[in-house]
């Protein structure tokens, strides 16, 4: 078997979204560069890449909260990964377990499961 070729496209990034492997949770969105698929299936942790930062980070670096990657997608088209993920901790800077936290009316639909003042002094 072959690896997929996966479409960078003109960027140079693909979005990939974190999904939790045993509850079916989405997680977050983030982008991927060719290097951050690399080191994410060279060492199982869940790598990305930082468009603010412009700079490729593991996730869970400064916080201790890494994702571990159980099995890598690739849609259709090829443009776009989903990372099926073992979380440890939140997923999301601010505190909640899940970067989708909110609903489109504002309303307050997760779970913070940590101090995000504690963890990023």
Wanted: glycine share 10%; aromatic share 8%.
């Amino acid at each position: 078997m072959t690896d997929v070729e996966v479409d960078f496209g003109e960027t140079g990034l693909v979005p990939a979204i974190a999904q939790d492997a045993e509850s079916g949770e989405v997680l977050m969105l983030a982008y991927v560069s060719p290097e951050a698929l690399e080191r994410t299936r060279e060492t199982g942790l869940a790598h990305y890449y930082s468009r603010s930062r412009d700079e490729l980070w593991k996730k869970g670096g400064s916080s201790g909260h890494v994702q571990r990657v159980d099995e890598v997608r690739v849609d259709c088209d090829a443009d776009a990964l989903l990372y099926l993920v073992d979380q440890e901790g939140g997923a999301c800077h601010t505190g909640h377990r899940s970067c989708f936290y909110r609903t489109a009316d504002g309303d307050h639909v997760g779970e913070r499961v940590f101090d995000p003042e504690a963890v990023y002094e």
